[in-house]
């Protein structure tokens, strides 16, 4: 069945950090789906541990982000989805600001795979990337999310 547009996902993530440390990061994701081949996402994530090296300092900490963007998507075929997003990350908390200050803006990339189990579930594996200024510098992430999709009835 081919994305609908209108369409909305609410996702729970699970992340792996470049620089993880003993946690894993995690997520929470909605999307709505405003064209065929388009839509919004908005998300909040938790880094999780971190440990950066940098300049033969070792700095460890977590950090919380909002983020919002845009996905372009492509229907592979039935039952996978390939998607391409762009968007802004906004730093909502940060355990140590040598590694990244609160309120730091960075622009992030994304390319996901979504497979559809079924009309209302499906798995996503995807790859972001983040690029910060501070000692986090560019970063990237590997992630898994189980989504449940849903669309509003629309009354006449």
Known sequence: MPVIAGQ????????????????????????????ESFEFEAK???????????????????????SSGINFTKLHHQDLTLKFGLGI????????????????????????????F????SLTF????RFNQDALDTNHSLFLSLNWLFSLPFST
């Not at 609410?10 to 064209?35: C, D, K, M, N, V």
């Not at 994530?45 to 300092?57: A, C, F, V, W």
């Not at 079924?118 to 579930?121: A, K, P, Q, S």
């Open 8 to 35: 909305h996902t609410l996702s729970s993530q699970i992340s792996y950090h470049s620089e993880q440390g003993s946690a894993s990061g995690y997520g929470l994701i909605y999307q709505y789906q405003l064209l």
């Open 44 to 66: 909040y994530q938790h880094s999780g541990d971190l440990k950066i090296i940098s300049n033969d300092e070792v700095l460890y900490g977590d950090y919380s982000s909002f």
């Open 89 to 116: 990350n906004l730093v909502s908390s940060s355990s140590n600001h040598l590694l990244v200050e609160k309120d730091a803006i960075a622009p992030y990339l994304q390319i996901t795979a979504s497979y559809k």
């Open 118 to 121: 079924t009309d209302n579930l």
């Open 126 to 129: 995807g790859q972001s990337s």
